[in-house]
């Protein structure tokens, strides 16, 4: 498994080969490295060793210059740092994760003449100019994204969602797999509900997230219902504005920025909590909606990504245009009157239950590695 960042970076794409991973050597007896950077946080704390798991089945094997995840010279370098032990492990399957991982392992595809497996975690070529005011920049993201997703050939190319198959695509296999989620974890913890309506939002303090509009829309979900409270769980570059936002609308008294948060004591935030929302500018398939539903709670997204695959209007959630406050504190306070709005949660519990446990989907990718080999044999 290759991605260009992981801890202290940790989001969808990086639980997405963790949780996969282990399943391939538990459940599937396979031998699994994963191939990142070398990596320190704001702090300088470094992560630089090797890390092992289950009797050294599972690695995780850091290259490159130590720098912080944005400093473009370790960027360039870890990458150039992942061909040789790519080739010289001889891996019997090189499952690179976007973006950036897809160059070193298809130099290593190249030389060696293993087989390449290609993961998309999501697209935002539809607001790349929104999120970049600098034409340049977007100008040059977009053929970058562009290239590595869609003119790269590939032995086999994935998704998590169904959105990028609107795009003219070099590999015509795309297959469709979409993210699971560890239910019984969460069936294990109980937890009273908060006394307040709790809406809980996890990920990225980050552009994508469309954070902004939510704490936009705080005003009128007040003015209706004094007493929620918005819970935001993560970090990123946007913390401060958005606190600082809050001041300024005067919502700070309900807005809570509560860091990072993992594990089990995230499966008791999100229990405790009443709506889980995501008012995303784009996503893949976000795992935090699965997470939420394993955790028996409505939903707020917005219709962008594999939302749209996944979320019922007023059956297992609410979805909602991008953009729009009005719409988004409307149908929060839609959804705080609702009565039926436990059953709603019920509805996404028994969708992940039954469809997108990991166990699942690990043993489709497995069979794609198995099909891949079988064929070059």
Known sequence: MVMDGWTPIYGGGQA??????????????????????????????????????????????????????????????????????????????????AYLSAFPTKIAKVWSKKPLVFTIHGTGLDVISDMNKNRFTSFVKT??????????????????????????????????????????????IIVSKSKKFKIIFVGRIHPQKGLEYLIKAMPKIISKNPLVEVHIIGTG????????????????????????????ALIKEYKSSHLFVLPSLYEGQPLTLLEAWAAKLPVVVTNVGGNKDFVVNEQNGYIIKVKDIDLLAATINKAIRNENLKKIGEEGYRIVNEKYDWDRITERIFLVYKNIIKSKN
Not at 171 to 176: E, F, W
Not at 238 to 262: A, D, H, M, T
Request: charged share 35%; hydrophobic share 35%; proline share 2%.
């Open 16 to 97: 997405h080969i963790w949780e996969v991973s282990k399943r391939l050597v538990k459940n599937h007896g396979c031998k699994v490295d994963i191939l990142t950077r070398k990596l320190k946080d704001e702090n300088k704390k470094k992560f630089v060793k090797k890390e092992f798991y289950y009797d050294n089945k599972l690695k995780i094997i850091r290259v490159g210059p130590t720098t912080k995840f944005w400093n473009l010279f370790g960027r360039v370098l870890s990458l150039f740092s992942m061909i040789k032990p790519l080739v010289k492990n001889n891996y019997d399957i090189i499952h690179a994760h």
């Open 143 to 188: 053929f970058f994204e562009k290239f590595i997703l869609f003119k790269l050939k590939y032995d086999q190319e994935i998704s998590v969602d169904s959105s990028v198959l609107k795009y003219k695509n070099r590999n015509k296999n795309l297959l469709i797999i979409p993210n699971g989620v560890d239910v019984k974890s969460y069936d294990k």
């Open 237 to 264: 570059e946007l913390e401060k504005e958005l606190k600082e936002l809050s001041k300024q609308l005067n919502v700070e008294k309900n807005v809570f920025f509560r860091g990072k948060i993992f594990s089990d």
